[in-house]
């Protein structure tokens, strides 16, 4: 009866597979689970009907299929990127896409745990119960997800469609009914290390699902950071563009007349090329006709048009200058030579009698000035979006493939209040999304497996169980003994073993690893007559100097905020992120004279002194070839213009 019913569910599971691709036209999850599922259909058929070669051909290799997508999940983005994994799947035919085509890891764990299961002939010597145990806890796990909404923020799938989830079950059906008789006499054997195996697994996936939201709200809080980035740029910006204009229309006030053409051009080219995001500059007279205009170019349709008349619904703002003589300001209008963005009016006065003579007309273009702000930023792969009244004023970076989800922050344009988003790309998603979650869970179900077996085999044969766990013991203390002498090592590669001061490598890797550090200080010291030291008093008290000396200059430096490495031989350098050149010139006498007062001796007996060569590099790109020369060069005219002493090189 038990065979009738596992042969039952397996047949049962074969149609619904069928519909599960229907209707689909491009690839996406379904068929890969189609034809995983499909293969360990025809592998454990053939297992049923005892022909076993033909089963292992078919279900070994799409077992290693099946580690190959998890490990997907698990491989560091340094290591195998994105890309690199997108450009396999370009090698298929069709429009494959990873975030789209890869299945939820939970389901690729339960695929896995079948094709294992028939592969290890079902038996309890091998783990068959905690295998379909963990399987059908992924499928809960699973089943919870396919029947409710997605998480907030997710970066992944995380559900599949039901008819998959149904064959998957009826798979798990077929073979725990198969296993049945074998589990009604031994349930007592491993019913103690089931359930020790299950707690592993249940914790593994509650770490798993909690990191993955954590890092969840981490890929949003880096989306939403970017957009109150823009949208601080955007105000930062305006701001600068009303003051300049404040200043430029103050010009104007002083002239007490209305501006010919050749003294508007002159005046307003200036200003029209400092924020290039500027449409136009016009003045209009009180009649509110538009008189001149810079540049002239692309501008010829605006000269001598009445604004009254041809935007009547800017007729508050325009009458605010020209009426009342204070600033008015519009929201989003559409400009008369095309195109759309915000209109500000300053009045124009003479300063003796007070007369308006008319307004200064700025016109600035919505999508110049946000190309302009996300041209300073990383934005590739986000979309950026500015909306309002039902509309879509501005739309940058990819148009498909976007996330759920995104990130919304209301900004002020003239009058107006828009709502700035910023929408991830599903490619960005995959490349930012961390591995430890996954890498949690894996380890978490290999780690219940292998839990699972250790119980068992130490209740059946506990001799056995002994000498596992010494091998265990050993075998962790090794790898402890390993960890330890490779953190050793590493250590050792990066810094000089005589000072204990990180050595020019780790030096070079720290600087690199600055994002922004200007302005930065590079310090070069190289002690004074050091050779005749190590020639008089010999090599160990030369060493014992260079200790004495590292202790000495090291605490100034990193409590500054910086790195005091040794280079080679005597010379020791300095690194100061965020240290202008008066603080360097500060920290780099401060080393100077911490080695003059360390009681250290030539042999002529006067104190051994520092000679120190500093350069600050205060604009990028950052050279780091150009800052150690300028540093050397004046270390060379320390030495030139009579050592111990500090001399600093001009900024870079």
């Known amino acids: 009866m038990p065979m009738v019913v596992s042969r039952l569910s397996l047949y049962l599971a074969l149609p619904i597979l069928a519909f599960a691709i229907w209707p689909s036209d491009e690839p996406d999850q379904r068929w890969v689970l189609m034809l995983l599922l499909g293969v360990l259909w025809l592998g454990q058929l053939a297992a049923l009907h005892h022909c076993l070669k033909v089963s292992r051909w078919l279900l070994i290799p799409t077992g290693i299929l099946t580690l190959t997508i998890i490990a997907s999940f698990l491989i560091g983005e340094d290591w195998l990127s994105v890309d690199a994994w997108q450009r396999w799947l370009d090698m298929l035919p069709g429009n494959w896409e990873l975030f789209r085509s890869r299945p939820p890891i939970l389901a690729l764990c339960m695929v896995f745990g079948l094709i294992l299961n028939v592969l290890l002939l079902s038996r309890l010597g091998l783990g068959s119960p905690i295998l379909l145990l963990l399987v059908a806890m992924g499928g809960a796990w699973l089943s919870y997800r396919s029947l409710t909404p997605p998480p907030q923020y997710a970066s992944s799938m995380n559900g599949v469609p039901l008819p998959i989830l149904a064959a998957l079950w009826l798979f798990w059906v077929a073979h725990c009914v198969a296993l049945y008789p074998t589990l009604r006499c031994y349930w007592r054997r491993i019913l103690p290390p089931l359930m020790v195996g299950g707690l592993i697994a249940l914790l593994a996936m509650i770490s798993w699902q909690e990191q993955r939201q954590t890092d969840n709200r981490r890929l949003y809080e880096i989306a939403a950071s970017e957009g109150s980035n823009i949208a601080t740029l955007m105000a930062t910006e305006t701001s600068s563009h009303l003051e300049a204009m404040r200043r430029f229309t103050s010009f104007w006030n002083m002239l007490?007349?209305?501006?010919?053409?050749?003294?508007?051009?002159?005046?307003?080219?200036?200003?029209?090329?400092?924020?290039?995001?500027?449409?136009?500059?016009?003045?209009?007279?009180?009649?509110?006709?538009?008189?001149?205009?810079?540049?002239?170019?692309?501008?010829?349709?605006?000269?001598?048009?009445?604004?009254?008349?041809?935007?009547?619904?800017?007729?508050?703002?325009?009458?605010?200058?020209?009426?009342?003589?204070?600033?008015?300001?519009?929201?989003?209008?559409?400009?008369?030579?095309?195109?759309?963005?915000?209109?500000?009016?300053?009045?124009?006065?003479?300063?003796?009698?007070?007369?308006?003579?008319?307004?200064?007309?700025?016109?600035?273009?919505?999508?110049?000035?946000?190309?302009?702000?996300?041209?300073?930023?990383?934005?590739?792969?986000?979309?950026?979006?500015?909306?309002?009244?039902?509309?879509?004023?501005?739309?940058?970076?990819?148009?498909?493939?976007?996330?759920?989800?995104?990130?919304?922050?209301?900004?002020?344009?003239?009058?107006?209040?828009?709502?700035?988003?910023?929408?991830?790309?599903?490619?960005?998603?995959?490349?930012?999304?961390?591995?430890?979650?996954?890498?949690?869970?894996?380890?978490?179900?290999?780690?219940?497996?292998?839990?699972?077996?250790?119980?068992?085999?130490?209740?059946?044969?506990?001799?056995?169980?002994?000498?596992?766990?010494?091998?265990?013991?050993?075998?962790?203390?090794?790898?402890?003994?390993?960890?330890?002498?490779?953190?050793?090592?590493?250590?050792?590669?990066?810094?000089?073993?005589?000072?204990?001061?990180?050595?020019?490598?780790?030096?070079?890797?720290?600087?690199?690893?600055?994002?922004?550090?200007?302005?930065?200080?590079?310090?070069?010291?190289?002690?004074?007559?050091?050779?005749?030291?190590?020639?008089?008093?010999?090599?160990?008290?030369?060493?014992?100097?260079?200790?004495?000396?590292?202790?000495?200059?090291?605490?100034?430096?990193?409590?500054?905020?910086?790195?005091?490495?040794?280079?080679?031989?005597?010379?020791?350098?300095?690194?100061?992120?965020?240290?202008?050149?008066?603080?360097a010139g500060e920290i780099a006498e401060t080393l100077r004279r911490a080695v003059a007062e360390s009681g250290l001796i030539r042999p002529d007996d006067e104190p051994v002194t520092l000679s120190i060569g500093v350069s600050i590099a205060d604009t990028l790109p950052l050279h780091r070839d150009r800052i150690f020369q300028a540093a050397d060069d004046s270390l060379y005219r320390a030495k030139q213009g009579g050592r111990n002493r500090v001399v600093l090189a001009e900024a870079i």
Not at 281 to 300: K, S, W
Not at 317 to 324: G, H, T
Request: with cysteine.
């Open 256 to 583: 007490g007349h209305v501006p010919t053409r050749s003294e508007w051009e002159q005046q307003a080219k200036t200003y029209h090329d400092d924020f290039g995001y500027f449409r136009n500059i016009a003045f209009i007279d009180l009649d509110g006709t538009v008189i001149r205009v810079y540049p002239l170019r692309g501008n010829q349709s605006v000269l001598g048009v009445n604004l009254y008349d041809s935007d009547p619904q800017s007729r508050d703002a325009l009458d605010r200058p020209l009426v009342y003589g204070i600033e008015g300001q519009t929201g989003i209008v559409d400009f008369i030579q095309g195109g759309r963005g915000v209109i500000s009016y300053l009045p124009v006065r003479d300063v003796v009698d007070g007369t308006l003579l008319g307004a200064v007309g700025m016109v600035v273009s919505v999508d110049n000035l946000l190309n302009s702000l996300l041209a300073q930023t990383d934005n590739q792969d986000r979309a950026v979006t500015l909306s309002g009244a039902g509309q879509l004023y501005f739309h940058y970076g990819p148009v498909g493939d976007l996330a759920d989800w995104r990130y919304q922050q209301t900004v002020a344009l003239g009058t107006d209040r828009m709502t700035l988003s910023v929408k991830p790309s599903f490619h960005w998603l995959q490349a930012m999304r961390a591995r430890l979650p996954e890498i949690t869970l894996v380890f978490g179900i290999f780690l219940a497996y292998l839990l699972h077996m250790v119980l068992y085999i130490y209740r059946r044969l506990s001799n056995q169980h002994h000498l596992a766990n010494q091998a265990n013991a050993s075998l962790r203390e090794e790898i402890k003994e390993r960890e330890r002498l490779q953190q050793e090592i590493e250590w050792i590669a990066r810094h000089d073993e005589l000072t204990q001061l990180p050595n020019r490598r780790e030096l070079l890797r720290w600087m690199d690893a600055y994002r922004d550090p200007l302005p930065m200080a590079l310090l070069i010291c190289d002690l004074d007559h050091f050779k005749s030291v190590n020639d008089h008093f010999g090599h160990l008290e030369g060493d014992r100097y260079l200790r004495t000396i590292a202790k000495s200059c090291r605490l100034p430096v990193e409590r500054a905020g910086g790195m005091f490495a040794r280079y080679g031989g005597e010379e020791f350098v300095a690194c100061l992120p965020h240290c202008d050149r008066q603080t």
